[in-house]
């Protein structure tokens, strides 16, 4: 996801919250609040975030909770009334930017502010909605303009020093914060090897890896998620396993399979990495891997989720999909079918670009959880997970 090949149209809810909001969470031995901007960066405990999305979860109705399993995108910059309305109506928990503005910080600010206030209310407080963007840089920068900065792309990001590429990257988080953001869809850990560069479609074309070798995206993804946790915002590390391998393109090619990765390649050592160093989201690719499942995409496998990020790399946070809305490589399938098997997978939010999928996704989600109770279980897991991030960001608040 990300590649300006497609146009997208992407942008979410709850009353906007200062740096000097509040969040409380409960712990064991009672009720501890904490400022918001400091629980953006840490909660009072891994206990007390995960305390706090128990007492929210215990309060949702079945079609809230249901709603905080999907992302849906509207326009940066004038988000349709339609889309809007149908995030509202079916409890969508986490909003995308997309498209491409030129409106700067004050006004991008207005635009979140507004459709903050459609976030559903549970025990008289707002379940904030996540707002997120692709903010990676080059062709990749949906928010530009007065506020903003030029980002270079991801190959000149690394070339620089790592103490530079965290510095900026902070200043950059700022921008997103200042935009009322909360999550940026980057970096991205693909290796693309030099060998193939720019004949790679989804990453090489666009100048999106940070360098051709592990060690290189190693040092400056991690660079880049360090700069975004001092200012406060979340960072996904993306497209695990990896698309370097490829040549096909997942948002505008089918059947894009990668023959080379393997459960134990070196290119896996970026998402390693960055899992070790706390990463809240992990971005899972919509390509095939034959060497570590042969029979699904990632988005759909269990092996790459389950197995491998999960058990493996011991992965924790929030498992989310790329685009399931319009992408080409899953267009095979219905959207109930690319909702249900992604979160049967392991698979906890559900990125759709266009928000008017979310209905059949969210209806066949509903359905087979209404006939399959490990299916209820994996959806109980995932719902808590996504609010305990909310609950990190600030978004959650418990009394």
Known sequence: MGTPVRRRARGGSAARRTSVGLVT??????VCTVPAADAAARPASAVSAASCADTVYAKMTQAQRVGQLFMGGVN??????????????????????????????????????AFRTQADTVGGHQVGLLVSTDQEG???????????????????????????????????????????LDLNL???????????????????????EYGHTPAVVTSHTGAFAAGFRTAKVMTTFKHF????????????????VDSVTTASSSSLQPFQSGIKAGAPFVMISSAKYTKIDSKHIAAFSPTV????????????????????????????????????????????MVLTVQASTVPAMVQGVQAQMARDASFRTKVAASVHRI????????????S
């Open 25 to 30: 969470t409960v712990l064991a031995a009672g």
């Open 186 to 208: 980057a970096p991205v850990a693909d290796v693309v090897p030099a060998s193939l560069g720019t004949r790679n479609a989804p990453i090489g074309h666009f100048y999106r």
């Open 305 to 348: 989720i389950n197995s491998l990020l999960r058990t493996k790399f011991g992965f924790k946070g929030v498992v989310i999909s790329d685009d399931l809305g319009q992408a080409v490589a899953v267009r095979a399938y219905t959207p109930a079918q690319r909702a249900v098997q992604f979160i049967g997978a392991g698979g906890d």
């Open 138 to 180: 080059g062709q990749v920068q949906v928010l530009s303009g007065p506020g903003f900065s030029v980002m270079p792309n991801a190959l000149t990001q690394g070339t620089w020093s790592t103490a530079t590429l965290r510095s900026r990257a902070a200043t950059w988080a700022g921008q997103l914060k200042a935009a009322g």
């Open 387 to 398: 609010l305990t991030a909310k609950a990190n960001a600030g978004r959650l608040t418990c």
């Open 241 to 256: 396993p990896g698309l370097g391998q490829v040549t096909g393109n997942t948002d505008t090619t089918a059947n894009v």
């Open 76 to 113: 940066a910059t004038h988000p349709s009334t339609t889309d809007l309305r149908t995030l509202r109506t079916y409890h969508v928990g986490s909003v995308m930017l997309t498209g491409r503005s030129t409106a700067g910080t004050a006004a991008t600010r207005r635009v979140v502010d």
